[in-house]
């Protein structure tokens, strides 16, 4: 035995085996037997022979023929018949959050002569994810009407390719296909179409879309009616272009469209639809809108048989709306239409040089030569308001304020004044301004009536003249003189009848203020008479009952004298004869009879209650003579001694005889 030999076979048996196991390795690889697809990949299986041949149109083999295979491999260890097959990997689909895909199919049907984007008008033509269905379901070649949203799809990227606003998703593209694909996304980017139509409410923003897909307008139209807007019917109900089959199912047409898009986010595909975001048409307060309408129905004039100067239209119409627009914010097509806004509050049109109203209508306006008589110029505003409601027929005739301004207006106005001018000097105008004004502002009046307008006010001005002329001011400097001096001598008139006026009155406050004083002395001498009429009564009434009172104290006196005396009698009686024989002795009887009398009544008024002399004094009023007030007692005892007395010295003189034969009886 060759030992050498064995030794040196069993040391190359190891690299045999060796180089074996990498061509087996390199054989299965080549023969594709065994293939691992990762997870976040898919396999697109291409069959490199058969016996079936190869494809006849396209490049997705649908039948088992040579070519692409519609369904993909997904993750995991996949085993095939060697030499048969050829696995090629590609990632994932994958939109981002808020973001937009667009899908551009490889194979297909052809799109139809009018048709822009690949119909997605069934489920089969819209499930990019299932080729064979989609192919088999008539899907069309080309871009597609649907889009992708955000998530993660496993498509065969051989048929279908994906362009986002990263990458182009893509497998075994030619360089042609590539640079078509790269050219939608440019142009796709430049629509900003990777991402939503976002309208803010804050931007006041609406949206203005424009179809590209889709039948074409009839002849005669630029805008293409609204389609689809009824909620109601989903089957037609496209939700403001997100689904663009529900668009064309319901009749609308490729063009600018008339229904537009406000505020919110909107996924459309901006291959199928582009938007134009615009301002909102605002309205102020004191204007209104008139809208002039490009498209919609032809409808009857409804602006009347007497007005000839165009048709007017209910709103909806082709023309000019009847009804104007009110003040507010409107989202409104200005492709569809023009909105012209017309002020209805009042504004002053000034036909001076270098001064424009604050709505700039004159603008463009000249100003009025106005040549008095003694060749001044004084300026003229006008101040005016246009009713609203009448707003559409001066859009109407004149198409715009400015307009009716500029070629109605001024050359009116103009001629009107100038041959107000002419007849009078400056100071003239001047001093008539205010009857001018009132006679020009009715006479215009009823001249821009007739053209829909409402004149408020006609203002003349103050003349001017060139840099360095002062005749106009010399003038009014003289003018205003005169008037000052006419002013000075109504003040001085008015001062005069101030002053008469002031005398009155000071006649009038003092007759006022002695008539007082005369009322209060002749309502004092009233009380004063009424005061001294009470008191006099008083008095009477006072001197009566003292009268009566005095009597009655006399009578009651006398008759108790009386009684007292008949006593003091009756004992003078029993003891007459030795008052006799007394009086004798004293040396006669009328002495004697004397002395016993005053010594009774001195007795006798002792015993008597009354006074002897009065307690009450009357006496006279002031001023007047009391002198013989002390008479009163006096008299009244020389009365009360007077009557006693006789009748005292009859009964003496009675009773004497009788009581001498008593006595001498005795």
């Known amino acids: 035995m060759d030992l050498n030999g064995f030794n040196g076979a069993w040391l190359t048996q190891p690299a045999l085996w060796a180089a074996a196991a990498i061509a087996l390795v390199i054989l299965l690889r080549i023969a594709n037997i065994f293939r691992y697809i990762p997870n976040n990949q898919v396999g697109i299986v291409e069959k490199l022979w058969t016996t079936k041949g190869s494809i006849e149109g ?22 095939f018949f060697p030499f048969m097959y050829r696995i090629h990997k590609s990632d994932l689909v994958t939109v981002g959050q808020g973001k937009i895909a667009y899908v551009f199919a490889r194979d297909g049907a052809p799109l139809g002569a009018s048709q822009v984007l ?60 590539r640079g078509v694909l790269d050219a939608m996304q440019l142009t796709i980017a430049e629509r900003w179409g990777f991402a939503p139509v976002v309208l803010a409410a804050d931007h006041d923003l609406v949206g203005i879309v424009t179809v590209h897909d889709g039948p074409s307008l009839p002849s005669g139209e630029i805008i293409a009616p609204e389609v689809g807007t009824d909620l109601r019917d989903d089957e037609i109900f496209h939700n403001n272009f997100q689904e663009p089959e529900k668009f064309l199912s319901a009749g609308g047409y490729r063009g600018r469209q008339l229904q537009v898009i406000v505020e919110g986010t909107w996924y459309i595909n901006r291959l199928f639809a582009t938007v134009e ?11 209104v809108g008139v809208v002039i309408f490009y498209t919609g129905p032809h409808s009857a004039d409804v602006s009347g048989d007497q007005y000839r100067h165009g048709e007017q239209v209910l709103n909806g119409g082709r023309g000019v709306w009847k009804d104007p627009l009110l003040p507010g914010k409107y989202a409104f097509n ?48 006008v101040v005016m308001h246009i009713d609203y409601k009448k707003a559409p027929m001066i859009i109407q005739r ?16 103009s001629a009107f004044f100038k041959n107000i001018a002419q007849k009078m000097t400056l100071i003239e105008l001047l001093q008539n301004r205010a009857s001018i004004q009132d006679e020009s502002a009715a006479q215009m009046k009823a001249k821009f009536e007739s053209y829909s307008l409402d004149l408020q006010e006609v203002l003349i001005g103050t003349p001017r003249a060139a840099n360095g002329d ?35 009155l000071n006649e009038a ?61 009756a004992v003078g009686t029993a003891n007459a004869q030795s008052t006799k024989l007394s009086v004798d002795a004293y040396g006669g009887p009328e002495f004697r009879l004397a002395e016993q009398n005053f010594t009774k009544f001195a007795e006798a008024l002792t015993k008597i209650n009354q006074p002897l002399v009065p307690q009450f004094l009357m006496s006279g009023g002031q001023g007047q003579d009391t002198g013989n007030a002390g008479l009163i007692p006096t008299a009244m005892l020389s009365s009360m001694f007077g009557r006693m007395m006789p009748d005292a010295l009859e009964r003496l003189k009675e009773e004497a005889p009788k009581a001498d034969r008593r006595t001498n009886g005795h």
Do not use: C
């Not at 005749?471 to 001062?495: D, K, P």
């Open 58 to 79: 396209g490049f997705i083999a649908l039948n088992g023929e040579a070519g692409y295979e519609p369904e993909v491999l997904r993750g995991g260890l996949h085993v």
């Open 509 to 569: 406050k003092a007759a006022a203020a002695a008539q007082s004083a005369l009322t209060q002395s002749l309502i004092q001498i009233k009380v004063n008479e009424n005061e001294g009429a009470a008191a006099f009564a008083r008095a009477q009434k006072d001197a009566e009952t003292r009268k009566v009172t005095a009597a009655a104290v006399g009578e009651q006196s006398r008759l108790e004298g009386q009684g007292e005396a008949d006593r003091v009698l």
């Open 470 to 504: 002062h005749t106009i001011e010399n003038i009014l400097i003289q003018l205003r003189s005169r008037q000052i001096a006419r002013e000075q001598i109504e003040t001085y008139q008015e001062q005069e009848k101030a002053a008469v006026q002031e005398r009155t």
């Open 118 to 177: 690949g119909a997605n008008d069934t489920e089969d033509r819209a499930d990019f994810q299932d080729v064979r269905r989609f192919l088999l379901g008539g899907g069309q070649k080309g871009p597609q009407r649907k889009i992708l949203r955000e998530g993660t799809y496993a498509i065969n990227t051989t048929q279908f390719a994906i362009i986002t606003d990263e990458r182009v998703y893509g497998h075994a593209l030619s360089g042609q296909e």
């Open 398 to 413: 004149f198409g715009d304020v400015k307009k009716l301004v500029e070629q109605t207006l001024d050359p009116m106005v």
């Open 277 to 287: 975001a615009v301002p909102k048409t605002v309205i102020p307060v004191g204007n």
């Open 334 to 381: 200005t492709y569809a239409g023009k909105i012209e806004i017309i002020p209805t509050v009042n504004f002053i049109l000034k036909w001076v040089r270098g001064e424009v109203g604050a709505m700039k209508l004159d603008e463009n306006l000249s100003e009025i030569s106005l040549i008095t008589r003694d060749a001044f110029e004084p300026t003229l505003p």
